[in-house]
């Protein structure tokens, strides 16, 4: 279960920092994993409007950017806290966003789903010095937008007025209590969710097809998690030309090692796809094997084949 947070404040330790951290904070006493982006201390160039997402789906922007990207796709809750900046984010922050163009592409031009899309929740959290009324709605339909292009469900906002002073927000007499017990409500149901763990060899194929499907079909149910017992080093392309062909967006996911993965927290059940002798032993850990076998280095045909068979196990999985 991981926790992303935008931190769309150039300043450190000022009020955005406080609010975001305590929510961050707080997931992590409950169990979660998470990651504090200080989007302001990044390289992330504004948009160009060159039209590459939307032919090609990717940016060709290299900058930092292209680490964000895989962070937003693994994240079950996006945080994005920002101060007011004229009414709207921090530019920082705005950049981010409107480099969010390339996921939102990927979606409604290229029509791919992104396995995560139907559980992932967007939180908005900001501040500002004055106290008109409409200080947060150019930011609320901002939100809304990216959330929607990052596949989230817009959760709503924690948003405090007259806060100016750098550390000021950490007086106001209910606001880190707000934060924290909203934390608890996002974070808890999707803690409680049953983990399992997908492993094959390379987890550039049929692993990654299986958490894919797991994550699309019963995300709301299990924390899916995949890896190779010898990680290649990118995904197999016609693994995720194949599961193009389902509307299946596999972009920004990277084979890892089953170290890696268990660094996530102990699964409470491991699939294998047919790894065998070299596949993970956990103690107390349920352990099921498909016994399917590797379509690397085969035909698409093949290839289609061991992902339908995968899509079929995964619908009459009982959890
Ligand atoms: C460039 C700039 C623009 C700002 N614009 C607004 C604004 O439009 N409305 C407002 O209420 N506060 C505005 N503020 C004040 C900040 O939102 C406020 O001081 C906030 O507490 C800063 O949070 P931080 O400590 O997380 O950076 C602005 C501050 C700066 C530096």
């Given at each position: ?199 094959c060899k390379e987890n550039?194929?049929?692993s ?19 890896a190779g017992s010898a990680p ?23 084979p ?64």
């Amino acid at each position: 279960m991981f926790v992303l947070g935008l931190q769309g404040s150039p300043r450190i330790k000022g009020n955005t920092h406080i609010l975001l951290s305590t929510f961050l904070a707080e997931a992590e006493r409950l169990g979660a994993h998470t990651h504090r982006l200080d989007v302001a201390h990044k390289n992330i160039s504004p948009c160009q409007e060159c039209g590459t997402c939307e032919k090609e789906g990717y940016c060709p922007i290299d900058d930092d950017m292209q680490q964000v990207y895989p962070l937003l796709r693994r994240a079950d809750i996006i945080v994005m806290a920002t101060p007011i900046f004229f009414y709207g984010p921090t530019a920082q922050l705005k950049a981010l966003i409107d480099r969010s163009q390339t996921l939102w592409a990927r979606r409604y031009m290229h029509k791919l789903i992104d396995p995560g899309q139907k559980w992932r929740h967007g939180f908005l959290l900001s501040i500002g010095a004055t106290q008109g009324e409409n200080l947060f709605d150019g930011l609320s339909l901002t939100a809304k937008y990216f959330f929607d292009a990052a596949g989230a469900s817009f959760n709503g906002s924690l948003t405090y007025r007259q806060i100016e002073a750098p550390g000021e927000i950490a007086k106001h007499p209910t606001a880190l209590t707000d934060v924290k017990n909203k934390a608890v409500n996002l974070v808890t149901p999707l803690l409680n969710r049953k983990k399992i763990l997908f492993v094959c060899k390379e987890n550039a194929c049929r692993s990654q097809m299986a958490s894919a499907f797991a994550q699309d079909y019963t995300g709301d149910k299990i924390e899916v998690e995949s890896a190779g017992s010898a990680p290649a080093q990118e995904l197999n392309p016609l693994m995720e030309e194949v599961m193009r062909e389902k509307g299946i967006d596999m972009a920004f996911r990277k084979p890892k090692s089953i170290e890696g993965a268990a660094g996530y927290g102990r699964p409470e059940s491991i699939i294998s796809m047919g790894c065998e002798e070299a596949c993970p032993q956990f103690p107390g850990v349920t352990k099921q094997d498909w016994n399917l076998p590797d379509p690397s280095g085969k035909s698409i045909d093949f290839m289609r084949q061991i992902r339908d068979d995968i899509e079929a196990r995964i619908r009459m999985m009982k959890i």
